[in-house]
């Protein structure tokens, strides 16, 4: 995987351009970054800035989800720095028995590509480690760079629903589907 210097800072993907590394709950003020940017949250949930106890809440739930389930949202550093630039990763959607794939870009990052390319190797692991049978995305239908990224990925639209409150847009992909590289 990478030096142990890398295992120290939780790195446990790598990309082209990106690290995945897990979260440590002290992380949660490096997250706030993101999470209070009103142009990133644009489409998350009521598209409010998220106050400091649902960031914390978040990077718990992320630090759960690792150890419990060996998956979560993790956190997307640069190839060449340890300054969070986004998320990425797999995580239980919420009052359905389904695993959803999402990512999270700093606006700095849009337009080049990563997202794409974080969850390439996001869905990678979910099919090829965690040996996932299916794998969901959702997002609000306004949302065209995330429904154009799910596409990308080979997933395909199936219904709209309405997940944590939000009306929003269910696109799937079952592990046959899935091409390794695609």
């Known amino acids: 995987m990478g030096s142990s210097a890398e295992s120290r800072r939780g790195v446990v993907l790598e990309s082209a351009r990106l690290r995945f590394a897990t979260w440590r709950r ?7 970054i993101l999470a209070t940017d009103p142009r990133v949250v644009r489409y998350i949930s009521s598209g409010q800035p998220w106050t400091d106890e649902r960031i914390q809440e978040f990077v718990t739930r992320q630090c759960n989800h690792w150890e419990k389930l060996r998956l979560c949202m993790w956190k997307l550093l640069p190839k060449d720095g340890d300054r969070l630039i986004g998320i990425c990763g797999l995580q239980p959607l919420p009052e359905t028995p389904e695993i959803e794939i999402g990512w999270w870009l700093g606006p700095e ?48 639209f199936e219904k709209e629903t309405v997940s944590r409150g939000c009306e929003v847009v269910l696109y799937g992909i079952a592990r046959w589907q899935y091409k390794a590289g695609a």
Do not use: C
């Open 109 to 156: 990052h849009w337009g080049k590509g990563l997202a794409t390319e974080g969850a390439r190797i996001a869905i990678s692991y979910g099919f090829e480690i965690a040996r996932l049978d299916r794998i969901v995305a959702v997002a609000q239908a306004a949302n065209r760079a995330s429904t154009h990224v799910m596409e990308k990925l080979g997933m395909e």
């Open 26 to 32: 002290e992380d949660w003020p490096e997250f706030r």
